[in-house]
């Protein structure tokens, strides 16, 4: 017993393991993370309320609904592709950093939006067209694979503990911000152009614009330096070899458990062997994010012109307050995750979907100006709970040597399968059973699942992250933590003695109700 009691003793903090956040590097990682996440959402917002149009670009000779249905299979092949995206970008992001990977994939990304453009249509070549929009939209979907994943561990590792939550919230500020610029960009172009204008030339002028964003979200990424926790991970992995010379991982020397455990075959086979159960988990989250996100902003426009007949303006004009909406609270929901925790905003958030999703869409169907604003400013609210919370949470499920590839692999297999294939399913559902309240029994069910999800989630708010010591933003917070360390180191050894001496509850006697020994992450 005395042995077991020694080797679960937690050792005191030392000054050298809490990490001092560098202020304005911070500032620089979450603006040039949160820009990739705005140009990917820009083309995302423009895709969505330009989705009648591109049909009648690229699959003219189908019926209306047709048309939307084929234009959203379109949209919903680069979500096929995204499980590849993570397997590659993921494990790679592990190995050699995480700011190059967000590099590349950055260039891949501005590059195939910025493609689309260029593009023919159909009545030039063909079904050639359509063809080279799916090419342009597999390219797009490869990059993106890397991309959330990779920005969500760029600022969780970046962040302080007690500000993860508000930090990580503007990383899907950027994304809102994205698809604001791109819905209003096309509400701009169809006001001033018509339909025969869009649909004639105007459809290219958001895709032209992706290539300048790139290309300032490329030299923002360029001049980023690699996280604190990647820097100490590599450290740790050239300390435990001996070598002492940070060689890259997987060169240990010529022994063979370790090369396989290091490799990317050795580490998918980790992440689904000792992490499955934190794999589910961050599928379930993810779920309830994407399938709530993308009945919004990509299906929500459609819905209410192609379904409900109303204007092209006000079903534009209508989603795009609630994508402000959505911007303007993001940042406070991720300060409110910092103080009362992760898990209570995913859970009332999943609780509210489950009750609030088809009166929200009752209000949308109803027509006019003044209900249809209810029921989206409902579904904007219950979005802006996952999404303010969302970038804090998922990368804390993992420990950093596996938390780019794990995170990347579980985020993209859970988008491809069930948030970027929603506008397909909920087009493809309504037309054929014409209840328009089938979007509505969508997000229930996303609801129940996400509630399930968040029953089994650990709080990670103000802790560390898996795998690296505390992270504060202040000398003096780095004294104060491991004072209380020292404090915590001094009770636990009080309560290893009684223990020893008084097997029989002299230590559960001595301890206070509620207290908990403080730890390290794992």
């Known amino acids: 017993m005395a042995r077991t009691l020694l ?50 670009v690229f699959f003219p000779s189908s019926s209306p609904g047709a048309q939307v249905v084929a234009t959203f299979a379109t949209f919903a092949a680069a979500f096929v592709v995204r ?121 290219r002028i958001p895709f032209f614009i992706a290539g300048p964003l790139g290309v300032i979200g490329l030299y923002m990424r360029l001049k980023l330096e690699e996280t604190p926790a990647f820097k100490q991970e590599i450290a740790s992995a050239a300390a435990a070899r001996g070598d002492g010379e940070g060689q890259g991982e997987g060169q240990d020397g010529g022994d063979p458990v370790e090369e396989a455990r290091q490799s990317g075959k050795g580490r998918l086979k980790e992440i689904f062997t000792r992490h499955w159960q934190a794999v589910l988990i961050c599928m379930g989250l993810v779920l309830l994010y994407n399938v709530t996100n993308y009945m919004v902003t990509s299906y929500l426009p459609t819905f209410m012109t192609v379904t409900l007949g109303e204007s092209d303006t006000t079903a534009q004009l209508l989603v795009l307050g609630t994508m402000l909406l959505v911007a303007l609270a993001i940042t406070t929901v991720g300060r409110s995750s910092d103080r009362w925790g992760r898990r209570p905003m995913f859970m009332g958030g999943s609780i509210a979907l489950i009750a609030l999703s088809v009166p929200a869409f009752l209000l949308i169907r109803e027509g006019g100006i003044l209900f249809p604003a209810f029921g989206c400013a409902i579904l904007g609210l219950l979005l802006v709970c996952f999404a303010g919370t969302a970038a804090a949470t998922l990368p804390a499920l993992f420990p950093t040597r596996l938390r780019y590839g794990a995170l990347s692999i579980a985020f993209n297999i859970s988008v491809s399968l069930f948030g970027g294939t929603t506008p397909l399913f909920a087009s493809f559902l309504v037309e054929q059973t014409g209840n328009t309240l089938i979007p509505g029994y969508y997000l229930m069910v996303a ?76």
């Not at 169809?190 to 004639?200: C, K, R, V, W």
């Not at 020893?500 to 002299?506: I, Y």
Request: proline share 4%; net charge positive; with cysteine.
């Open 83 to 203: 499980p590849l995206g993570g397997l590659v970008f993921g494990p790679l992001g592990d190995r050699i950093g995480r700011q190059r990977v967000l590099a590349a994939t950055m260039i891949m990304m501005a590059a195939s939006t910025f493609a689309v453009g260029f593009l023919p249509s159909y009545a030039s070549i063909g079904f050639a067209a359509p063809l080279l929009l799916l090419l342009c939209r597999l390219v797009q979907g490869f990059s993106t694979g890397g991309e959330y994943a990779g920005a969500t561990t760029y600022i969780a590792e970046y962040a302080p503990d007690q500000r993860r939550g508000f930090l990580g919230s503007w990383l899907d500020f950027g994304t809102f911000v994205g698809y604001s610029l791109g819905s209003g960009l096309v509400t701009v172009l169809t006001l001033t152009l018509g339909s025969d204008g869009l649909e004639s030339w105007g459809w």
């Open 7 to 56: 080797r679960r003793r937690k050792k005191s903090l030392s000054p050298g393991d809490v990490t001092v956040s560098d202020q304005p590097m911070v500032r620089r990682a979450v603006s040039a993370a949160a820009l990739g996440n705005t140009m990917e959402w820009f083309d995302f917002g423009v895709y969505a309320y330009l989705a009648g149009t591109l049909g009648k």
């Open 447 to 522: 609801g129940v699942i996400g509630l399930v999800s968040t029953f089994f989630l650990h709080e990670t708010a103000g802790q560390p992250l898996r795998g690296s010591g505390p992270m504060v933003e202040t000398q003096g917070e780095a004294r104060e933590v491991v004072a209380r360390s020292r404090v915590e180191e001094g009770r636990n050894a009080r309560d290893l003695w009684l223990r020893l001496w008084h097997p029989r509850g002299g230590g559960k006697a001595s301890r206070k109700p509620g207290e908990r020994s403080g730890e390290r992450g794992e």
